[in-house]
């Protein structure tokens, strides 16, 4: 009952739809009795609260309406707002009993007993509007000369919240105004240590020109030194945009991507899960798609639109800790090009601990408030995705993956199967052009059979048949045709079908591989549990939990059901192709060895 009571005040004075009052209760799976529970709420509240508050039901939701009764936050922000306008009228005096009258009415920690649902979307926003009005409060009180009464109360704020620059500068104008010029140089020292170990970065403009003034002697006190807040962001910056460039004419996605640009506008309006997850096997075009409608959704994102790779070329995971400084980099913080000090530092206990908490805390400080969209490309089951989620509370986050991910609950999921045989087609057409295909039909089958629809493997086969205008189609073929060798084909310049595919192998245990390799015999075609049972000598449960291990994978396609009700998989033939190679270098690397010892 406090979280819908805070829910219906935080809205001041707008409708709450049911929606989103089952999210702020129970996150993205309320309970099927969530409607009676939440009109049962809103009757306990009408008894409690009196005539004098109304609660009406106001479709989609309801709406809370207390005309003659003092809400807290409401008046913060009233008092706020005029403290500050005083405070650019430089009527100091004004300003500081404004702004203390408004931190007045903060009493305790603020949605004390709501969800953590509520207290996740609106809880970190009131904590930095609070402290905004406490610097701004300090601000107007170093102009008036009370130096002396604020030293105590800086002191303590900064050891609160160390990692603070503007607080910092203003203990450090404090303490030089009262006399003491070496502790005021010893408090930047510190930050500037702190800053360093724990972030990577440099002092900002509030310390460092605060530092200046106070070796210079010019940090003197009244209204004329009172110390520059931090420089805001100019009106008209070019917001953050890392995207790579559009795929022209995505093909074959028309139906994804019309969806997935409707959850974007929703999510953005805050209608929607702020997670949006796509998923295939590799060489299945999540990137590309995932790009296409970022580009295609930047009217609904104006403070930027960002990407993140969140595996390297090998399809290795990066440390979570490069992807944090590279997106920190992105939002213009000023990290210095050495992370190596980083780099090696775990994410367990300790002071390594501390310094990783930290990025994500300074994450969550860039991004809050702001309309933002960041792609994380290449997603995996690991300790690399939770701390860019905790720390993109605000963003919507559009994710791109094998399978789905453990630790995105309550995503959207979008699943990309290769492409039927006419969007093939058309999408070798795009690459090559169409009266090349034409000329060679039976051909240019052959090819887009050997690719299985997935769009990685389209585009190699047209960009070597451009890069080699004087070959037939029927020659390209050829090459492919021996199964042998057609992933060894299947390479151009720097696209590669084996090496998308290793990341997926590389991650299953050795006897899922194992598994994978014995499963060749069975072909492409849709086969149950049962029969991959008989082929590999196990029981029919035994070997239905081997296969949703690869399903999970991505290298086992769950196709349907057979008229019993049993599940149906199929094998994707390049994966069968590349399971088969990877058993042969294996069976050869121990009989090399074992030559080698001889």
Not at 199 to 216: F, M, N, Q, R
Request: charged fraction near 20%.
């Amino acid at each position: 009952m406090h979280t819908v009571l805070a829910a219906l005040l935080l809205a001041k004075g707008r409708v709450v739809s049911d929606s989103r009052l089952n999210f702020l209760l129970w996150g993205w799976e309320p309970p099927a009795t969530s409607g009676a529970q939440i009109y049962t709420y809103m009757s306990r509240l009408r008894k409690l609260l009196g005539d004098e508050v109304r609660i009406e039901r106001r479709p989609p939701g309801y709406l809370l309406q207390a005309p003659h009764s003092a809400v807290d936050l409401l008046e913060f922000e009233r008092l706020d707002r005029l403290g500050r306008a005083a405070l650019a009228r430089r009527r100091h005096r004004e300003a500081g009993a404004l702004l203390a009258e408004a931190l007045g009415h903060w009493r305790g920690t603020a949605l004390a007993n709501v969800t953590e649902h509520l207290a996740d979307a609106e809880l970190p926003q009131l904590e930095e509007a609070r402290m905004h009005a406490l610097e701004s409060r300090i601000e107007a009180d170093l102009a008036l000369g009370r130096h002396e009464q604020l030293t105590a109360e800086l002191t303590g704020l900064v050891a609160r919240h160390p990692l603070r620059e503007k607080l910092r500068a203003q203990l450090m104008t404090a303490l030089y105004r009262s006399g003491r010029q070496s502790d005021a140089l010893q408090s930047y020292y510190e930050g500037r240590t702190l800053l360093a170990d724990q972030l990577g970065i440099d002092p900002g403009e509030a310390l460092g020109s605060t530092y200046a003034a106070v070796l210079k002697g010019t940090q003197g006190p009244g209204p004329g030194g009172a110390t520059r807040p931090a420089r805001e962001p100019a009106a008209g910056l070019a917001a953050p945009a890392t995207l790579p460039p559009d795929v022209d004419g995505l093909i074959g996605r028309d139906g994804e991507a019309h969806v997935l640009r409707t959850q974007l506008a929703e999510s953005a309006a805050g209608r929607g899960p702020r997670h949006l997850l796509i998923t295939g096997m590799a060489g299945v075009g999540k990137t590309a798609l995932a790009v296409h409608v970022a580009h295609a959704a930047a009217a609904h994102f104006p403070d930027g639109r960002l990407f993140v790779e969140l595996s390297d070329a090998h399809g290795r995971p990066r440390h979570p800790r490069h992807v944090l400084i590279g997106l920190l980099r992105d939002l213009g913080e000023p990290l210095r090009e050495s992370d190596g000090d980083l780099a090696d530092s775990g994410t367990g206990t300790g002071a390594d601990d501390v310094r990783f908490e930290d990025l994500v805390r300074l994450l969550r400080t860039r991004t809050m408030g702001r309309q933002l969209l960041v792609v994380l490309d290449g997603a995996a089951e690991g300790e690399s995705l939770a701390p860019l989620l905790a720390g993109l509370p605000g963003g919507v986050v559009l994710i791109t993956g094998r399978t789905r991910l453990t630790q995105v609950t309550g995503a959207r999921t979008t699943p990309l199967a290769p492409l039927g045989d006419a969007a093939a087609h058309d999408l070798l057409a795009a690459v090559t052009g169409r009266a090349r295909l034409l000329a060679e039909p039976d051909a240019t089958d052959d090819l887009l059979g050997y690719c299985g629809g997935l769009p990685l493997a389209l585009r190699i086969v047209g960009s070597r048949l451009i890069a080699r205008p004087f070959w037939p189609v029927a020659r390209l073929a050829q090459r492919l045709a021996a199964p042998e060798h057609r992933l060894r084909e299947l390479t151009h310049g720097g696209l590669d079908m084996a090496r998308a595919l290793l990341p997926s192998l590389y991650a299953l245990p050795a006897p899922a591989r194992t598994v994978l390799a014995r499963l060749g015999s069975i072909g492409t075609e849709p086969f149950l549990a049962q029969r991959a049972a008989g082929l590999l000598g196990m029981t029919e449960a035994t070997a239905e939990q081997w296969l949703e291990q690869l399903v999970d994978g991505a290298l086992l396609d769950l196709c349907g059901v057979d008229l019993r009700g049993r599940p149906l998989y199929r094998l994707h033939e390049l994966v069968l192709l590349f399971a088969a190679a990877q058993s042969a270098q294996s069976a050869v690397q121990p009989a090399q060895s074992a030559v080698r010892s001889a």
